[in-house]
């Protein structure tokens, strides 16, 4: 079979299951999922065998140390995969909940009640957790999935669908409500990606250039989750202390994920007392700086509070400094004059994601909060909070930096739609 | 100054204007919104003598006449075009509502607000009342707006557009909130649809052919609003007397609507005593009928109680008529073999956007709305009634047919997005 006939059955498979697994009960879609823990621990050992040859075709190809950890797979992995299906298990189904409702004045009844989105398309690059996790999420959600991951990643994802595949039909589902994409041919995602007859959302869930590539040919709408470049600004009227500890832990605890701080702001009045000691923190936290004039200019005069050389070790940083998401231990730095130019660099710079403000101040805090356009804003706390799982959404598709349908962490909700049914009894418009 | 100067200035001027129009508060906005209406009161000469110039050019390309009727301002249709703006001045201002919230167990405290989307572009055709319409809605919901009418109307949006201006201007708001695109050059058109950094949603108004030009092209959500193919399932267990008044209100009242009824399903238990009658009540109404097969049986066998001749006026409807939007006068008529058959058939050629049954039994009522996959789902009531205004929403934006961000009628919420806001006491994450 050609790749556009294979594309087009997937397709067809996935509209026509949808009108399946959208009216399919909680208690039947949780049964499924419950097969589906029980089933990737059953036969972790064909999944493991399976990612070995993706790890061999990486060696071979030479990918770095970093993508072949995401891509391996060991038995603890496989628990994490199947205990994260059963975490979707235990949480509220939202598909039938009533939004909102109201008896107009002619008696006509309407409701807003959740329904599934119909398809969804996740297109993903290396971790295979991604194939049982959105599979699960959308399963949950009554939704149809096709999953496109990456060709890295191709035997492991295709061993992980079997599984669901064969639980699906064992827990009396169409299985063909969770497909994922059998070849790496490109052509299949163009076909994919066009396809606004069958498909009602794509997710890309990868680098920005895995993103833009896919919005630029995409008919389809598209939730996107660009880069995260958070920034923390240290107030005049900050606790000192709490900035330095939440500085260090959105900077440091896990710098490669979206929700950490790239950039440092710090008002003029407390750079003085503020940052020498929170740059020797940073570099004992294994951070490199990248600093404004102004930031260099105050270290200099605060040598004696510094390491020898470490002077020597920060850089000028640029302006493309401020607009890098670096996802490693690096950090810029910058002096800033008043609350309105944090403000304004953040909207500059900033990619929206998720800014915190450091103070003491109530009126700095409601503006920063109300001010800053980012999906969380926050005050006095770490912004690696960004995540479903801390939001309490038990679990999560993506977190979104486009402001329709969804905004930062997506949990279940995120995944639906809603319908209005309305009930009358002959009326007509007059 | 050229087309590209000229659109990127536009595009600057509505991204750093929607940063103070964001954080207006309702007193203002509605100040600002009273002051349009009674300016476009004011001005009416001045705005119909620019009328006039659109007119005749549109008389000179001959134009038809119901695009030269949508096209012409009067007197009235100013006053109307002002109260529609105070009737906006009356509605809640739903930004700033608290969607939801929690406290985490580590005390942060989270709540999810309503905060405008940001920069919205409006493209149109034809009816300048459009202009003054969706800017405010805009308005109202704190958002910057690029409105880009048709070339037939540009004198007739721009008049209107310097009402708007200078009335926002005396109410002591960014002008730069409102904008209308002064060029009708396409260039124009085609870099603001690529421009994500600047513009958050595309709404387009008007023919398919426009709003899958404008989604094949942005890179830039769009919220679409196709067609509406939209169908009356007359049930064996049907009132036929309502399920009568329905369809012919549901065609007839007004067939140029997208909510109009274009197909009109009926249980072929009830055929040889609905459709005799129908299909006469419907013709006395200007319908034009095209019938499946078993229609034209039907009705040969019922032909005494039909008029001269009325057999011979019927076509017989092919696949391409069930997946007509005719907008007019013309309706196809099929007999289902069952419920099942009716919900298939409206899967199949639908478009989503309104379906009725008529019945008087609970289990296919509740089986059609939970399986009809469309925007607005009726029990024994006209598909007419999907409008902003009949919903209650006070005002409409457009009717989506998509299933992200907005379903259905859009009133004032659809307009807006939401962030976190988390305040904590400086929680880290471990």
């Known amino acids: 079979m050609d790749v556009v006939e294979y594309t087009d059955r997937l397709l067809k498979n996935a509209k026509e299951s949808s009108r399946k697994i959208a009216s399919a009960g909680s208690l039947l879609k949780n049964r499924a999922l419950e097969k589906i823990a029980e089933d990737l621990r059953a036969n972790k050992q064909q999944i493991i065998s399976e990612n070995k040859k993706d790890l061999n075709t990486a060696a071979e190809m030479g990918l770095s140390s970093s993508v072949i950890d995401?891509?391996?797979?060991?038995?603890?992995?496989?628990?994490?995969?199947?205990?994260?299906?059963?975490?979707?298990?235990?949480?509220?189904?939202?598909?039938?909940?009533?939004?909102?409702?109201?008896?107009?004045?002619?008696?006509?009844?309407?409701s807003k009640v959740r329904v599934p989105l119909g398809v969804v398309a996740i297109i993903y690059?290396?971790?295979?957790?991604?194939?049982?996790?959105?599979?699960?999420?959308?399963?949950?959600?009554?939704?149809?999935?096709?999953?496109?991951?990456?060709?890295?990643?191709?035997?492991?994802?295709?061993?992980?669908?079997?599984?669901?595949?064969?639980?699906?039909?064992?827990?009396?589902?169409?299985?063909?409500?969770?497909?994922?994409?059998?070849?790496?041919?490109?052509?299949?995602?163009?076909?994919?990606?066009?396809?606004?007859?069958?498909?009602?959302?794509i997710i890309p869930r990868g680098g920005e250039s895995l993103i833009r590539a896919i919005t630029g040919k995409s008919?389809?709408?598209?939730?996107?989750?660009?880069?995260?470049?958070?920034?923390?600004?240290?107030?005049?009227?900050?606790?000192?202390?709490?900035a330095l500890d939440i500085c260090v832990n959105a900077k440091a605890q896990r710098p490669a994920t979206c929700n950490a701080m790239?950039?440092?702001?710090?008002?003029?009045?407390?750079?003085?007392?503020?940052?020498?000691?929170s740059i020797v923190k940073l570099r004992e936290a294994g951070v490199e700086i990248k600093g404004c004039k102004d930031t260099l200019d105050v270290l200099t005069r605060h040598k004696d509070k510094l390491p020898d050389n470490c002077i020597d070790d920060i850089k000028l940083a640029t302006d493309e400094d401020w607009a890098t998401e670096?996802?490693?231990?690096?950090?810029?730095?910058?002096?800033?004059?008043?609350?309105?130019?944090?403000?304004?660099?953040?909207?500059?710079?900033?990619?929206?994601h998720s800014d915190a403000i450091v103070t003491e101040n109530y009126a700095n805090?409601?503006?920063?909060?109300?001010?800053?356009?980012?999906?969380?804003?926050?005050?006095?706390?770490?912004?690696?909070?960004?995540?479903?799982?801390?939001?309490?959404?038990?679990?999560?598709?993506?977190?979104?930096?486009?402001?329709?349908?969804?905004?930062?962490?997506m949990g279940l909700p995120e995944l639906t739609s809603y319908k209005y049914i309305v009930h009358g009894n002959g009326q007509v418009r007059g």
């Open 365 to 409: 805090a409601e503006r920063f909060t109300a001010e800053v356009d980012s999906a969380a804003t926050y005050v006095n706390a770490s912004t690696r909070f960004t995540d479903g799982g801390e939001f309490g959404m038990g679990a999560e598709i993506g977190i979104s930096t486009d402001k329709l349908h969804a905004r930062g962490p």
């Open 262 to 277: 790239e950039t440092m702001l710090v008002h003029k009045d407390v750079a003085d007392s503020f940052l020498p000691e």
């Open 70 to 110: 995401r891509l391996t797979l060991t038995d603890a992995r496989i628990d994490d995969m199947a205990d994260g299906v059963m975490t979707i298990v235990g949480l509220r189904d939202p598909v039938g909940e009533v939004l909102d409702g109201c008896v107009r004045p002619n008696g006509l009844k309407i």
């Open 326 to 352: 670096y996802l490693d231990m690096v950090l810029s730095v910058k002096v800033t004059q008043s609350l309105d130019e944090a403000i304004d660099h953040i909207a500059k710079y900033g990619s929206a």
């Open 125 to 201: 690059e290396a971790r295979p957790n991604v194939t049982a996790d959105a599979a699960a999420l959308c399963l949950k959600t009554g939704n149809a999935t096709i999953l496109r991951g990456g060709k890295e990643s191709i035997h492991s994802n295709v061993a992980i669908y079997k599984v669901i595949e064969s639980a699906l039909e064992s827990a009396g589902l169409d299985k063909r409500c969770v497909q994922v994409m059998e070849t790496v041919d490109r052509a299949a995602v163009d076909i994919l990606l066009k396809a606004d007859e069958y498909v009602d959302v």
């Open 219 to 242: 008919t389809i709408p598209v939730i996107k989750h660009y880069q995260g470049i958070c920034h923390t600004y240290v107030d005049k009227f900050a606790d000192l202390q709490m």
